[in-house]
């Protein structure tokens, strides 16, 4: 399995970005799959998630302004962000969770895609 995520790039303040995460795989096998992101010198943390039946939840710093979804017949995830600001400058990841009972282990990440917001 393979996540490929692709859409980073400079952008200024205010601006809009749409991140794309490609799957190898029919992407209706996973239970959840998410949106995290990496600012230098932190952690990894989710910001935005997709459950497979629609549901949605957002991390408070992008609640409003992101907007998660998928397209299941083009085995892809999108990340729709707006009004972005110096401070979500990140490397951001996509994941997936397959469906039953899984290990972290089992957990699939897509290679990150570098987003800088600046003037």
């Known amino acids: 399995v393979q996540l490929q995520a692709s859409g980073g790039g400079l952008v200024q303040p205010g601006g809009s970005l749409r991140l794309s995460c490609t799957v190898s795989?029919?992407?209706?096998?996973?239970?959840?799959m998410g949106w995290y992101r990496q600012a230098p010198g932190k952690e990894r943390d989710l910001i935005a998630r997709?459950?497979?039946?629609?549901?949605?939840a957002y991390d408070d710093s992008v609640r409003s302004r992101f907007a998660i979804s998928r397209d299941n017949a083009k085995n892809t995830l999108y990340l729709q962000m707006n009004d972005l600001k110096p401070e979500d400058t990140a490397v951001y990841y996509c994941?997936?969770?397959?469906?039953?009972?899984?290990?972290?282990?089992?957990?699939?990440w897509g290679r990150g895609t570098l987003v800088t917001v600046s003037s």
């Open positions: 997709i459950l497979i039946g629609g549901a949605t």
């Open positions: 795989v029919n992407i209706s096998s996973f239970s959840r």
């Open positions: 994941h997936a969770i397959p469906k039953g009972f899984v290990t972290v282990a089992e957990h699939y």
